[in-house]
């Protein structure tokens, strides 16, 4: 798929940690190089569930089991003084005077914000018994530093091994081995009704315990992000528990807990967590290559309502309509048109829209797979060959060597007009996004931060990620002059990476 969906602001929707985290945006570590291929160790039953209609006289067996491999997770954030441009109700001199010592330079000009440093609390599972630490994008997004504190009272610096905004999924690690690592079940097997067990830390009081059951699958929680497949529970998730684990009656790992629906602020009996297949599916992109590699058609795609069924001469509200194809992408190649209806992706049903997008995402980029169709009243099957879903792009050198180019541990992306819209850039502003950096890279240090658009490297003006991406290739200097668009204004940037690339 071609869309881009980032967070909607609704005052209702509180996701489960956000009460107690500071704002930010997220990176992706690519710490291995492309022909390494490390895996994490984790442990999986995929039985059935039994459904009997035996009750449980206590969870306590299954507590003792799973919370050892629940842990909390504290972030923290610097303090950070940021540049903005323009007129602000606090030049008012009625407002000035209790928040003058927050703001410098003349009323209606540039001033600079101080943000003091930011705690975050959520919650973390022990995936791998050498160390791995499944959590949720928003947990650790924005943070300088990570701490892990297990079961056991000990507690450690953690590594974020790279993140996925699109799923809200992260991965970070902690160098230690023989950790109780938790045992995934298939998430695909989970049915409406079935008893859960929500582990977490919320508050910050205490690793917590609550019980529900499975209110419903297959959810879209409205949140804003690309990808949403959760499973919906009424066992308690409050802010704190993001990040934690949604278990079934068997201890093994169904859920990530991520975010409630609530107007209060509080739970309100719906919370929903990824499900596990996802998150295990995720966290193996993230580990062996550093991001996340989707399949990719390149079409706009909608659900087949009823009035839509009667003018495509459907029988039933199934299927997903094809509302635009891309040029030059995968479908356009195909021969697929605006109008096709796809009714099976590769032998599997697509009943709406969401579903087809996953089984897009999910095919790995080269695999061809067979789309049955419904063109002009008459059903066709066509052969697509699968393309890699186009997204951000590392500014480093095949192979990770980094005296072969520069900006190391930067990613970016071109300007469509969800980016425009998320970071409020302006239709002048032209360049390349900056989508992740990495926290210990130079490029960090200086200053460059997601949501910046650099206009210029080494005063080469940059039009488009591609452009960045060469501009950094084979640099010979180890000192990089950007000129970036931020905060509503323009500045330059010098990022040094002299202490980080071996001398010649």
Partial sequence: MNAHQFYPRRRWLVLAIMAMLAGGTTWVVAESKRDEKPSVNIKVDAAPLPRTEDTAVSFNPIVKRVTPSVVKVVTRERAKEMEV?????????????FFGPFFNGPGGGRRVIRQPPQIGLGSGIIVSADGYILTNNHVVDGADKVKVTLGDGREMTAKVIGTDKKSDIAVIKVDAHDLPAVTFADSDDVLVGDRVLAIGNPFGIGQTVTSGIVSATGRSGDLGLDYEDFIQTDAAINPGNSGGALVDMQGRLIGLNTAILSRSGGFQGI??????????????????????????????????TPDLA???????????????????????????????????????????????????????????????????????????????????????????????????????????????????????????????????????????????????????????????????????????????????????????????????
Avoid: C
């Avoid at 441009?85 to 005077?97: L, Y």
């Avoid at 919370?271 to 062996?288: C, E, K, Q, W, Y």
């Avoid at 399949?295 to 087949?304: A, K, R």
């Avoid at 409020?424 to 949501?451: F, Y």
């Fill in 85 to 97: 441009n323009g007129a602000s109700p606090f030049d008012d001199p009625e407002f000035r005077q």
């Fill in 310 to 504: 009667e003018q495509f001469h459907l029988k039933a509200t199934k299927g997903v309509i094809i509302s635009d194809v891309t040029p030059d992408s995968p479908a356009a190649k195909a021969g697929l048109k605006s109008g096709d209806v796809v009714l099976d992706y590769n032998g599997k049903p697509a009943p709406d829209s969401r579903r087809l997008k996953f089984a897009v995402a999910a095919t790995e980029p080269g695999h061809e797979v067979k789309l049955r169709l419904l063109r002009s009243d008459k059903e066709e099957t066509v052969t697509v060959q699968v393309g890699e879903l186009p997204g951000e792009k590392q500014l480093t050198s095949a192979g990770g060597n980094k005296d072969n180019g520069v900006l190391d541990g930067v990613e970016v992306g071109d300007l469509d007009a969800a980016a425009r819209n998320e970071f409020e850039v302006p239709a002048r502003v032209h360049g390349a996004l900056v989508t992740n950096v990495d926290p210990s890279s130079a490029a960090a240090e200086a200053g460059l931060a997601p949501g910046d658009v650099i206009q210029e490297i080494n005063h080469q003006p940059v039009r488009s990620a591609d452009d960045a991406v060469r501009l950094t290739e084979h640099s010979e200097t180890h000192k990089t002059l950007l000129k970036l668009w931020s905060h509503g204004g323009t500045h330059f940037l010098v990022v040094d990476e002299t202490d980080s690339k071996p001398s010649s």
């Fill in 271 to 304: 919370g929903f967590a990824i499900p596990s297949n996802l998150a295990r599916h995720i966290m193996d992109s993230l580990v062996t290559s550093g991001k996340v590699v989707r399949g990719f058609l390149g079409v706009t795609i909608q659900d087949v």
